[in-house]
T-cell receptor
Framework: AQSVTQLDSHVSVSEGTPVLLRCNYSSSYSPSLFWYVQHPNKGLQLLLKYTSAATLVKGINGFEAEFKKSETSFHLTKPSAHMSDAAEYFCVVTLNAGKSTFGDGTTLTVKP | GAVVSQHPSWVICKSGTSVKIECRSLDFQATTMFWYRQFPKQSLMLMATSNEGSKATYEQGVEKDKFLINHASLTLSTLTVTSAHPEDSSFYIC?????????????FGDGTRLSIL
């Protein structure tokens, strides 16, 4: 069994300040972990993925995430938020069968 | 990069109508595709797994006869909402895996907004 918990349903930051979106997971096996972003009325765009290689993963648009097995966490960070980063973010865990479990999502608001 | 095309993007129709949504992988073959439903301000809920050449696998609580899935080729899966009613109104999203290994990310279509009057 696997599960994903996104610890914050809403995060609000000012433009130019750091972003931290938190994700904890549980899995019986070694999972692959992903972060996706969704803009209104759009599908999901892949930001980055962890697949048992380097624990610090760099993604698109300046985002990165660190896999910490001891803490079962995969938090998403960005040093400096842009207005265009305002969106819904999903942490996703996937096992070999391809079935994915989604977190409930975190709404990121960026204030000018 | 891999692209998944979903069509139509927006449908408004009368109650009782059947609606077909297409999901195409444009530059890769996809043996497996997934169909999700998303309610406002909520996460994605997996409805079914579509496998080319075999019957779809539905999640618990999803009506097979209401949501018909056909995976006719390695690049096309369709979801037909039969005799749609207002409670079927939702945002439907498909995704496709380029291969069967979990460390490959799934690629999502842009979704279909279905509104039943």
């Amino acid at each position: 069994a696997q599960s994903v918990t996104q610890l914050d349903s809403h995060v609000s930051v000012s433009e130019g300040t750091p972003v931290l979106l938190r994700c904890n997971y549980s899995s019986s096996y070694s999972p692959s972990l992903f972060w996706y972003v969704q803009h209104p009325n759009k599908g999901l765009q892949l930001l980055l993925k962890y697949t048992s290689a380097a624990t610090l993963v760099k993604g698109i648009n300046g985002f990165e995430a660190e896999f910490k097995k001891s803490e079962t966490s995969f938090h998403l960070t960005k040093p400096s938020a842009h207005m265009s980063d305002a969106a819904e973010y999903f942490c996703v865990v996937t096992l070999n069968a391809g079935k994915s479990t989604f977190g409930d999502g975190t709404t990121l608001t960026v204030k000018p | 990069g891999a692209v998944v095309s979903q069509h139509p993007s927006w449908v408004i129709c009368k109650s009782g109508t059947s609606v077909k949504i297409e999901c195409r992988s444009l530059d890769f073959q996809a043996t497996t595709m997934f169909w999700y439903r998303q309610f406002p301000k909520q996460s994605l809920m997996l409805m079914a797994t579509s496998n080319e050449g075999s019957k779809a696998t539905y999640e618990q609580g999803v009506e097979k006869d209401k949501f018909l899935i056909n995976h006719a080729s390695l690049t096309l899966s369709t979801l037909t909402v039969t005799s749609a009613h207002p409670e079927d109104s939702s945002f439907y999203i498909c995704s496709a895996f380029p291969d069967s290994y979990s460390n490959q990310p799934q690629h999502f279509g842009d979704g279909t907004r279905l509104s039943i009057l």
